[in-house]
């Protein structure tokens, strides 16, 4: 058995063999000429001049060994469904689609946004896309309208596929409402909208000419046929927009081959999941992790993939764990929030099921606390694994490799740097390598490995100056991550170097909260900082200036003049965003060169030591964010 460091250090020294032996777990409808074209530093182009299809990989591939596997079963617990799609029905599906798409117009390289509940026909969407290469862009169904129409505007899609509402918890969560408003707000709308109507909001209305019913269009496709596009590896397959520290997402955009490639081989090598055996990621397609391990992931490996919609305590805190029984789970993966959730409730839910199936839990997305690593660990008896990485880089950047050897978990860290990535702890100061114990910012010597971002949709320089431009010295990869190596190579992810932050898992930019908390007439200025939470690993708090201070003048108006800002976010970005508590202030920490002093309210607000002080302009500023946050 090969180690992982050896393999490892194979995928770096030999990287062209490498990634060709991994190139062969796919089909190519045309072999690649060269593995990897670096002549354009950062930008990496991988399996230069072949041609292959996501959807053909991840569907059409399967159909001879296995078109009556299940491909996706679909469970709800907020509308009590379960319907199971088998590769045969999923292709159906997808043609379908993919000829109701094309009969409207979509294009290849055509923008598709997807804005959806997790249902099949949102796994539909994407395949269809990627069938006839167009790229589709899927955004959270968590992000309100005025989110949803500045992607709308930096994608400038063809075509939104919606529906025309969720659930969550058992409320309806409208979605083709907030489409129509984004379409009002944006100023390069699609000009189709097509629209799965699960007849769960009594009140949604369609715009004449504009709007297409799906039900309809299926039925008149029923035996669609529509051949693959075949794809230059190259080729964009799809952007997913993400936060960074200015108000606006950037698209992250990625290849089809890499993609295809670099999935299939961690599906092998990380995730140890066979063909025929089922999958459990209980992520939201809007999320990378949904497009990773939901979709393409499982599918390219032949799995059957859960699609489940629904929180992890309802109808009781055993669904899960009833799912993992009843189709026998051998992968799953979920995130550290989830699991503190369900820490809190009755362990006996996790005793109930017969979990004999599930080989590894793997755990992403936000900082794994050692209690919760151990408590999960101990209540499963089996290997729980923390991998970290990034929308970015679209798979695991760190993490253990059960595929290539079953090496000892140690809590608290996501392990070793996986395969491809020439990964490196640098010292802030001069991008020298840190020591062992000592703190650096995790960062990637270039070129990154298939699968990683290609580029910023629509700006390439962007990209360098957003993530190759953190060092003056070297051309690295930022993670903006701060990390640190123990003496026996296990890594410890040590939280942001820049203004992100992780709330229950999803990533926002306290610059985008504060865009939207200054979209309240009444506001002048407001910081926002990401404060240590125990359950949802961190939350966002506001402190604001108001215009018309006389508004906070009484206890009362201030309890209303909070909610008001709340409710302003919800409605420019999305309750996600929501700030936990909203602090009135008259003035903003700053240094005498105008620059906010986050850093400082930050300790403040977490009852740390808020550092240097020696530049702030008005050091009563300070004082107040301290009586305001002893106040409470
Ligand atoms: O700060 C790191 C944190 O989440 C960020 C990436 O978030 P996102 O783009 O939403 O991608 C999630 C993909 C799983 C990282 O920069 N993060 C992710 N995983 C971990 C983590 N922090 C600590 N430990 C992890 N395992």
Same mark, same amino acid.
């Given at each position: 058995? +090969?180690?992982?460091?050896?393999?490892?250090?194979?995928?770096?020294?030999?990287?062209?063999?490498?990634?060709?032996?991994?190139?062969?777990?796919?089909?190519?409808? *045309?072999?690649?000429?060269?593995?990897?074209?670096?002549?354009?530093?950062?930008?990496?182009?991988?399996?230069?001049?072949?041609?292959?299809?996501?959807?053909?990989?991840?569907?059409?591939?399967?159909?001879?060994?296995?078109?009556?596997?299940?491909?996706?079963?679909?469970?709800?617990?907020?509308?009590?469904?379960?319907?199971?799609?088998?590769?045969?029905?999923?292709?159906?599906?997808?043609?379908?689609?993919? @000829?109701?798409?094309?009969?409207?117009?979509?294009?290849?390289?055509?923008?598709?946004?997807?804005?959806?509940?997790?249902?099949?026909?949102?796994?539909?969407?994407?395949?269809?896309?990627?069938?006839?290469?167009?790229?589709?862009?899927?955004?959270?169904?968590?992000?309100?309208?005025?989110?949803?129409?500045?992607?709308?505007?930096?994608?400038?899609?063809?075509?939104? &596929?919606?529906?025309?509402?969720?659930?969550?918890?058992?409320?309806?969560?409208? $979605?083709?409402?907030?489409?129509?408003?984004?379409?009002?707000?944006?100023?390069?709308?699609?000009?189709?909208?097509?629209?799965?109507?699960?007849?769960?909001?009594?009140?949604?209305?369609?715009?004449?000419?504009?709007?297409?019913?799906?039900?309809?269009?299926?039925?008149?496709?029923?035996?669609?046929?529509?051949?693959?596009?075949?794809?230059?590896?190259?080729?964009?397959?799809?952007?997913?927009?993400?936060?960074?520290?200015?108000?606006?997402? *950037?698209? #992250?955009?990625?290849?089809?081959?890499?993609?295809?490639?670099?999935?299939?081989?961690?599906?092998?090598? &990380? $995730?140890?999941?066979?063909?025929?055996?089922?999958?459990?990621?209980?992520?939201?397609?809007?999320?990378?992790?949904?497009?990773?391990?939901?979709?393409?992931?499982?599918?390219?490996?032949?799995?059957?993939?859960?699609?489940?919609?629904?929180?992890?305590?309802?109808?009781?805190?055993?669904?899960?764990?009833?799912?993992?029984?009843?189709?026998?789970?051998?992968?799953?993966?979920?995130?550290? +929030?989830?699991?503190?959730?369900?820490?809190?409730?009755?362990?006996?839910?996790?005793?109930?099921?017969?979990?004999?199936?599930?080989?590894?839990?793997?755990?992403?997305?936000?900082?794994?606390?050692?209690?919760?690593?151990?408590?999960?660990?101990?209540?499963?008896?089996?290997?729980?694994?923390?991998?970290?990485?990034?929308?970015?880089?679209?798979?695991?950047?760190?993490?253990?490799?059960?595929? &290539?050897?079953?090496?000892?978990?140690?809590?608290?860290?996501?392990?070793?740097?996986?395969?491809?990535?020439?990964?490196?702890?640098?010292?802030?100061?001069?991008?020298?390598?840190?020591?062992?114990?000592?703190?650096?910012?995790?960062?990637?010597?270039?070129?990154?490995?298939?699968?990683?971002?290609?580029?910023?949709?629509?700006?390439?320089?962007?990209?360098?100056?957003? $993530?190759?431009?953190?060092?003056?010295?070297?051309?690295?990869?930022?993670?903006?991550?701060?990390?640190?190596?123990?003496?026996?190579? $296990?890594?410890?992810?040590?939280?942001?170097?820049?203004?992100?932050?992780?709330?229950?898992?999803?990533?926002?930019?306290?610059?985008?909260?504060?865009?939207?908390?200054?979209?309240?007439?009444?506001?002048?200025?407001?910081? #926002?900082?990401? #404060?240590?939470?125990?359950?949802?690993?961190?939350?966002?708090? @506001?402190?604001? #200036?108001?215009?018309?201070?006389?508004?906070?003048?009484?206890?009362?108006?201030?309890?209303?003049?909070?909610?008001?800002?709340?409710?302003?976010?919800?409605?420019?970005?999305?309750?996600?965003?929501?700030?936990?508590?909203?602090?009135?202030?008259?003035?903003?920490?700053?240094?005498?060169?105008?620059?906010?002093?986050?850093?400082?309210?930050?300790?403040?607000?977490?009852?740390?030591?808020?550092?240097?002080?020696?530049?702030?302009?008005?050091?009563?500023?300070?004082?107040?964010?301290?009586?305001?946050?002893?106040?409470?």
């Amino acid at each position: 058995m +090969t180690s992982c460091k050896e393999f490892h250090r194979r995928s770096i020294e030999d990287r062209d063999g490498f990634w060709t032996e991994q190139a062969a777990l796919v089909d190519w409808h *045309k072999p690649f000429s060269k593995v990897l074209d670096y002549s354009r530093p950062p930008f990496a182009k991988w399996f230069v001049g072949g041609e292959t299809n996501l959807c053909h990989n991840a569907v059409d591939r399967h159909l001879a060994a296995r078109g009556d596997q299940k491909a996706i079963v679909y469970i709800s617990t907020e509308v009590d469904r379960e319907i199971s799609y088998t590769y045969r029905e999923l292709h159906a599906e997808v043609n379908r689609l993919a @000829a109701i798409m094309l009969g409207m117009g979509v294009k290849r390289g055509d923008r598709v946004i997807i804005y959806m509940p997790m249902i099949p026909e949102a796994a539909f969407a994407m395949l269809a896309c990627a069938r006839i290469g167009a790229i589709h862009s899927v955004v959270f169904g968590g992000f309100a309208a005025a989110s949803l129409a500045a992607r709308i505007d930096d994608a400038k899609p063809s075509l939104m &596929i919606t529906s025309d509402a969720g659930m969550r918890a058992g409320k309806i969560v409208p $979605y083709k409402h907030l489409v129509d408003e984004s379409i009002r707000l944006a100023k390069h709308p699609p000009s189709k909208v097509l629209l799965v109507d699960r007849k769960l909001d009594p009140g949604m209305t369609r715009v004449e000419g504009r709007d297409a019913d799906y039900a309809t269009l299926r039925a008149q496709h029923m035996n669609a046929q529509v051949p693959v596009t075949w794809m230059e590896s190259s080729e964009p397959s799809y952007i997913l927009y993400t936060s960074g520290t200015t108000g606006h997402p *950037k698209g #992250v955009q990625r290849d089809v081959g890499g993609y295809t490639v670099a999935l299939a081989a961690s599906m092998k090598h &990380i $995730y140890c999941g066979a063909p025929g055996e089922t999958m459990f990621t209980t992520s939201d397609i809007g999320w990378v992790v949904g497009h990773s391990y939901i979709i393409y992931g499982p599918l390219l490996a032949g799995m059957t993939s859960i699609l489940y919609e629904g929180t992890p305590i309802r109808p009781d805190a055993g669904i899960w764990w009833k799912i993992v029984a009843d189709h026998k789970v051998s992968v799953m993966f979920s995130a550290p +929030t989830a699991i503190r959730v369900l820490k809190k409730q009755d362990p006996a839910f996790l005793k109930k099921y017969d979990l004999s199936a599930l080989r590894h839990l793997f755990l992403a997305g936000e900082p794994l606390d050692e209690p919760t690593h151990s408590w999960i660990t101990e209540a499963l008896g089996r290997p729980v694994i923390d991998h970290y990485w990034q929308t970015e880089t679209g798979w695991p950047i760190l993490s253990s490799m059960p595929g &290539i050897e079953a090496t000892p978990v140690k809590f608290g860290s996501p392990s070793f740097p996986a395969y491809g990535y020439d990964l490196r702890l640098l010292r802030e100061s001069d991008a020298s390598d840190a020591a062992d114990g000592e703190k650096g910012v995790v960062a990637i010597v270039p070129p990154l490995p298939p699968g990683c971002m290609t580029t910023v949709w629509g700006d390439d320089a962007r990209f360098v100056k957003t $993530y190759f431009s953190t060092f003056s010295s070297k051309q690295v990869y930022s993670t903006f991550d701060w990390g640190i190596r123990d003496k026996d190579g $296990y890594y410890f992810i040590l939280g942001r170097t820049d203004d992100v932050i992780n709330v229950a898992g999803h990533r926002l930019g306290t610059r985008e909260i504060e865009e939207a908390v200054s979209a309240h007439p009444n506001v002048a200025e407001v910081a #926002v900082v990401g #404060v240590a939470d125990n359950l949802k690993g961190q939350l966002p708090i @506001a402190f604001v #200036v108001l215009k018309d201070v006389s508004r906070t003048a009484t206890p009362e108006l201030r309890a209303q003049a909070e909610k008001d800002v709340m409710a302003t976010v919800d409605k420019q970005l999305g309750a996600i965003g929501r700030p936990g508590r909203v602090h009135f202030v008259t003035a903003l920490p700053k240094t005498r060169s105008g620059k906010m002093l986050r850093r400082s309210i930050q300790a403040l607000a977490e009852g740390r030591d808020p550092g240097d002080l020696t530049t702030i302009e008005d050091p009563t500023a300070l004082e107040q964010i301290k009586s305001v946050l002893a106040a409470k």
